[in-house]
C-alpha cells in the first residue's frame, strides 16, 4: 500500500513534467487524473482519449526513484505528444522527440524493473528454438486456439506437459 508521501511525490513529479512541457512550447495543458491501479508487469501506461495516467503501485514502491525520473516522464510525454500530434505511433518520433527534447530523457521503450514480486503464474511452452513462458492470459487464448509464434524461429508454441505420469510398480 503506498503512503500519502509516496503517492504526492508522483504527482509532484507528473506537475514538473507538465511546467516543463509548457514551458517548452509556450502553451498550457489540461492536467490529467492519476490513479495507481496498474497491474500485471507494467510500470504505467497513459490512456490518451481519457486524459489519465495509471501507475503500478508495487513496482512503483519498490522502484521508487526509477518512477520518478523515467516512468513519470515516460507515460507524460504519451499524453502530450498526443495532445500536440494527435494520434502517433505510441514510440514514434514524436514520442522520442517529446523525451529527449522536452523530458530531457532517453526515450527508453520499457523498464528493466525486477518484476518477480508481480508476476502472475506462467506456464512452458516450446518452439524449435528454445523455451517460453506464457502468462495465464495468454495460456487461456492458447487453450481456446489462438496460436503464438516465437520471434526467432517464427515456430508455432507448444505447450510442454512438465508434469511426467507415474509409473505404479508393484514389487
Known amino acids: 500500500m503506498l503512503t500519502t508521501s509516496q503517492k504526492k511525490a508522483l504527482e509532484q513529479q507528473v506537475e514538473a513534467c507538465y511546467q516543463q512541457a509548457e514551458c517548452f512550447f509556450d502553451h498550457a495543458f489540461p492536467r490529467p487524473r492519476v490513479l495507481f491501479t496498474q497491474r500485471g508487469k507494467i510500470a504505467g501506461t497513459a490512456h490518451l482519449q481519457k486524459n489519465l495516467l495509471k501507475f503500478h503501485p508495487i513496482l512503483y514502491q519498490e522502484n521508487q526513484q526509477a518512477f520518478l525520473t ?72 492458447a487453450s481456446k486456439g489462438v496460436i503464438y509464434l516465437c520471434t526467432a524461429c517464427k515456430k508455432p508454441l507448444q505447450p510442454l506437459n512438465l508434469h511426467k505420469p507415474r509409473l505404479n510398480i508393484n514389487l
Open 70 to 141: 523515467d516512468v513519470v516522464p515516460h507515460e507524460v510525454a504519451h499524453l502530450l505528444v498526443y495532445l500536440v500530434h494527435g494520434r502517433t505511433a505510441p514510440h514514434g518520433q514524436e514520442w522520442q522527440m517529446m523525451m529527449s527534447k522536452v523530458m530531457q530523457r532517453s526515450p527508453e521503450r520499457t523498464h528493466q524493473f525486477d518484476i518477480s514480486s508481480v508476476q502472475g503464474k506462467t506456464f512452458a511452452y516450446q518452439c524449435q528454438c528454445q523455451q517460453h513462458q506464457l502468462s495465464i492470459r495468454r495460456h487461456n487464448k
